[in-house]
């Protein structure tokens, strides 16, 4: 079964909003695949997402309440298919970690490489709506160009 872990810094924000759409792109398609997140920082571990990926998912009739912030580990390497980050400092960190099957989510969709911003360090909601936007186009060309979906 093909499967894949997105990662981000704390697993809070950016990752679980991906799992989330890929999650729901699984549901829509009824595809046979394992998906999950995790994040390179312990700080929120067991936590659910943020309140404003929670709502911008929600706004966007998916559901990511239920999920809960893990720490990725060295195992992950070889239990997924695909390791997709947000940002270039997750690359890095992976990398670093030995990973070698990493993929950086800016590099579909169009958006020429470009990290997710954090937006952990956002004002309020403000920028939500631009993540989940670049998220949901990305994601789903990840999917598209990997073969997962049509
Ligand atoms: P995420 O955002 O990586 O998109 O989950 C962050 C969440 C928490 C922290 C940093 C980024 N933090 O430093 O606690």
Redesign the pocket.
């Known amino acids: 079964m093909t499967s894949i872990l997105f990662v981000?810094?704390?697993?809070?924000?950016?990752?679980?909003l991906a799992e989330g759409i890929a999650l729901n792109l699984k549901d829509k398609y009824d595809l046979n695949i394992e998906i999950d997140s995790a994040?390179t920082?312990h700080?929120?571990v067991g936590n659910p997402p943020?309140e404003n990926s929670i709502t911008v998912a929600n706004n966007n009739h998916i559901d990511i309440s239920h999920l809960r912030?893990r720490l990725i580990k060295k195992e992950d390497e070889n239990k997924f298919d695909y390791i997709v980050v947000?940002d270039e400092n997750n690359y890095t960190d992976l990398i670093a970690m030995g990973f070698k099957n990493v993929y950086k989510i800016g590099n579909y969709g169009g958006f020429e490489g470009a990290d997710v911003p954090?937006?952990?360090?956002f004002d309020g909601f403000e920028g939500f709506d631009k993540v989940f936007e670049m998220l949901d186009i990305s994601v789903r060309d990840f999917m598209y160009k990997e073969r997962l979906i049509s």
Do not use: E, K, T
């Not at 981000?8 to 679980?16: E, F, K, Q, V």
């Not at 954090?118 to 360090?121: M, N, S, V």
């Open positions: 981000c810094l704390g697993n809070i924000c950016r990752s679980p994040g920082g700080w929120h943020c912030a947000m954090d937006p952990y360090f």
